[in-house]
């Protein structure tokens, strides 16, 4: 385990979690929300760490990352947790498991970055589950890949309080950030979340100069409405991100919405429209 770096002690050996917006107040020998972050004795850790559930030699495009060094590969890897619940979580088995529950390895940053190497990647992800909740783990391991010219991607839903993001900034090259929602009220209904934390990532994100692309699943019924997309691309183009690719994806029934249908192709197809009326001049289309 390593002791986590934003956390401060409270009454009676409680601990207040201060990465993410929920700020759980955990007690003695208690996780917070997202499973991976244990108050031990009073102090705060990260039973992750050193402890990826998820290996793989991916093309940057899985990530998906269409404009950044594209034909290449990365070293994707995951830890179990997510500090949100979302109703239609494409990686639940790991995501919202307890660390003890799912099988890992056990690699170091600098074994994790020795494999990269080895396996001949230019670089690394940090994807799958929310690496935002081991923090520690992608911020050494990713200082370390930068001392071998090796670069860093980050997979996010970017729910975080603005110093832990600023703090991991200067060590990832590409991100995307998964705008779930352009409505407050869906963040809190379907993901258990809020939208302007993640409004705020992305905004220093791409204030910081990292490359950035974002993708929006359209799901049937939730946030498929085209006036809510306008909204969104209307908020990207105001800040200056005309220029980030957009990825709409088409959703699939999964984890506790098997019986909402496959998003119509039809929907990208009209989302993609509405994004370009907007100003984004780059869109693409996932999951067709």
Known sequence: MEECRYYRKIAGGAVECQLCPHRCRIADGRSGLCRSRRNQGGKLF?????????????????KPLNHFHPGSTCLSVACTGCNL???????????????????????????????????????????????????????????????????NILVSAGFVEQAPMRDLIPYIDA?????????????????????????????????????????????????????????????????????????????????????TPPTPISTLYEARDVAQREGIRTVHLGNV
């Open 46 to 62: 990260s039973v992750v760490y050193g402890l990826p559930c998820s290996l793989a030699v991916d093309p940057v495009e899985k």
């Open 85 to 151: 619940r979302c109703r239609n979580c494409q990686n639940h088995e790991i995501s919202q498991a307890k660390p003890e529950e799912v099988p890992h390895y056990q690699l170091s940053p600098r074994q994790l970055v020795d494999l990269c190497l080895e396996q001949k990647c230019p670089g690394l992800a940090y994807t799958y589950t929310e690496p935002l909740t081991y923090i520690e783990y992608v911020a050494d391991t990713a200082r370390l890949a930068h001392e071998h010219g090796l670069w």
């Open 175 to 259: 991100a995307n950030i998964d705008l779930k929602y352009y409505s407050d009220f869906l963040y809190q209904s379907m993901s258990g979340g809020s939208l302007q934390p993640v409004l705020n990532t992305i905004l220093a994100l791409h204030r910081a100069g990292v490359w950035l692309e974002l993708t929006n699943l359209l799901i049937p019924g939730v946030n498929d409405n085209m006036r809510m997309v306008k909204k969104m691309c209307r908020w990207m183009v105001d800040n200056g991100m005309e220029a980030v690719p957009l990825h709409f994806s088409r959703f699939f029934p999964r984890h506790k919405m098997l019986q």
